[in-house]
């Protein structure tokens, strides 16, 4: 599974782009929850749970019933303690409502280039799905915060450090099939932040444990400033 074709010519000069950064939140945090749910309201409890644990950078995705609605609310209770992004972003208007809701950042599955002129022309961090060096470069000069490589578990880490070879300046994050266990390798890679989904959830969603969640999400922090901090060293 790749992202979708691109028109390159349309693409402005990488140079030419007045690019959103990651937030200070994701810098310092390299960390993305991924949530999906049946409905919007059981995300509540499960980002608590997740920001307690000190988890910074939560996306909650389209395929969750209620996500726009919904996400106000969350910015209200949550909001100054994480980031909110909104996810599974295929078209400009979806775009919009994500924005119009109060979205921290857009993360999507594919290229389409009408949805980051969109977020870049509204000055919202986007990370634009995509799988080839193609589409992931074009993302990239259409002006996207970082690209997010998916599926990201069917290449490894691997992929990133070849990819920085022609394209040095290149920000990237892996999405899709990452494990606890790959972190370290992504980071030391050079992603900007990892996004981890099931992994990390686990049943929370499903009315699984808590405090299980809990124990995770910690591990997954602690994994993830230790490898951010050996990177440092």
């Not at 990133?160 to 494990?179: E, I, N, Y």
């Given at each position: 599974m ?27 945090n390299?960390?993305i ?5 049946a ?26 019933l ?34 119009d809701?109060?979205a ?31 589409e ?6 259409a002006?996207?915060t ?7 578990q ?9 990819l920085?070879g022609?394209?040095p300046?290149l ?23 990892v ?17 299980a ?8 922090v ?10 440092r060293?």
């Amino acid at each position: 599974m790749t992202g979708a074709s691109v028109n390159l010519t349309s693409t402005a000069p990488a140079a030419a782009i007045e690019r959103r950064t990651p937030s200070d939140l994701l810098r310092q945090n390299p960390l993305i929850a991924v949530l999906r749910a049946a409905r919007a309201t059981d995300y509540d409890r499960v980002v608590e749970v997740l920001a307690d644990a000190g988890v910074r950078s939560i996306e909650l995705t389209l395929s969750t019933l209620g996500t726009f609605e919904h996400l106000p609310a969350l910015q209200a209770s949550l909001g100054e303690r994480v980031e909110i992004g909104i996810g599974t972003i295929v078209s400009a208007d979806q775009a919009r409502r994500a924005i119009d809701a109060g979205a921290d950042y857009l993360v999507t599955p594919v290229v389409d280039l009408e949805v980051i002129n969109l977020a870049v022309g509204a000055g919202t961090p986007i990370y634009a799905g995509g799988l080839t060096p193609t589409e992931l470069y074009s993302a990239w000069a259409a002006g996207v915060t970082a690209v997010k490589i998916f599926p990201a578990q069917t290449v490894g880490s691997a992929y990133a450090t070849h990819l920085r070879g022609p394209f040095p300046d290149l920000q990237f994050l892996p999405s899709g099939g990452v494990g606890l266990a790959d972190v370290p390798a992504w980071l030391r890679a050079g992603a900007v932040a990892v996004s981890l989904g099931g992994p990390l959830l686990g049943d929370a969603l499903d009315g699984g444990s808590l405090v299980a969640l809990a124990d995770r999400a910690r591990r997954a922090v602690d994994v993830v400033r230790e490898a951010r901090d050996g990177g440092r060293s």
